[in-house]
């Protein structure tokens, strides 16, 4: 048994040097297309100044869920402001955002699949239970030896972690149209095209807008944890603080991580519930 283990690690580790030896060309193209999309948002995030930025997500609070909640994040984008973290609030949103972009851009056409397809479905939920069982870390180890340090690596590493649920959800929602309905389609010549976007896409619209919630909540813990790897953000100035003992920085980085992480998940939350 201890022969195999050792023969197996071999097997990762020389693959490993193999890919970083004869593709590496392909891994840094993957990284400048990776931290031009994570320095674009970030760009876009930053032009505004932050009281701007705090009476934007204020205004879209209040459209969402009513005054009170508008003026509380507000209010809360101006205390990590005070604090000192806006820069680094920011560079998380951004990490967070090019994530989920990529995230969601793969999982939702994968779980409509898996939605229709029965046996891809079957296929998938192992990948999805092992990618969900191992500690988040873990990726991080591959894509550093790959990518090396950097916005790249974190957003590989999250973009694997938030995948799963989107997915689940996704294909939940198409598998749970009601069978009366579909009938109903078929018996006035409707078209799969037609079927799929009038009836099916419309019953799972609630699941897939939950699955987004999920993601957008697995990116940010994965995030906070690659900020171990030089991802820049909250994630690192909170693993800064813990090197130095700095507990107030530490403080202070998780209380901004905390206001990024209610404000998109009630508003994820309402945008579900409207649709």
Not at 36 to 59: K, N, Q, S, V
Not at 82 to 107: C, D, H, N, R, Y
Not at 145 to 164: D, E, H, N, S
Request: contains cysteine; aromatic residues 8%; glycine residues 10%.
């Amino acid at each position: 048994m201890e022969s195999f283990v050792t023969t197996f690690d071999t097997v990762v580790d020389e693959a490993l040097f193999w890919l970083s030896d004869h593709a590496a060309f392909i891994f840094d193209g993957i990284r400048v297309i990776l931290e031009g999309l994570y320095d674009g948002i970030l760009w876009l995030l930053m032009l505004p100044p932050f009281w701007a930025m705090a009476i934007i997500a204020g205004l879209i609070g209040w459209r969402a869920l009513g005054l009170g909640f508008g003026i509380g994040g507000a209010v809360a984008l101006v205390a990590c402001a005070a604090m000192g973290l806006w820069p680094e609030t920011m560079q998380t949103l951004a990490l967070v955002i090019a994530a989920s972009v990529i995230a969601l851009a793969i999982s939702l056409p994968l779980g409509v699949l898996a939605g229709l397809m029965p046996r891809l479905d079957r296929a998938l939920t192992p990948a999805l239970d092992l990618i969900q069982t191992l500690p988040p870390y873990i990726y991080l180890l591959p894509a550093i030896a790959l990518l090396g340090f950097g916005p790249a690596t974190a957003l590989v590493a999250t973009v694997i972690v938030a995948m799963p649920p989107a997915i689940r959800l996704t294909a939940l929602g198409i598998r749970q149209t009601p069978n009366e309905f579909l009938e109903l389609g078929q018996a006035v010549g409707a078209s799969r095209a037609q079927m799929f976007f009038k009836i099916r896409l419309p019953f799972a619209v609630p699941s897939i807008m939950a699955g987004i919630n999920q993601s957008l909540m697995m990116a940010f813990g994965m995030v906070v944890i690659a900020g171990i790897v030089g991802s820049g953000g909250l994630g690192e100035t909170i693993y800064g603080a813990i090197r130095t003992l700095d507990i107030a920085t530490s403080i202070n980085a998780s209380i901004a991580i905390v206001v990024l992480t209610m404000l998109l998940d009630r508003l994820t939350q309402a945008a579900a519930r409207k649709s």
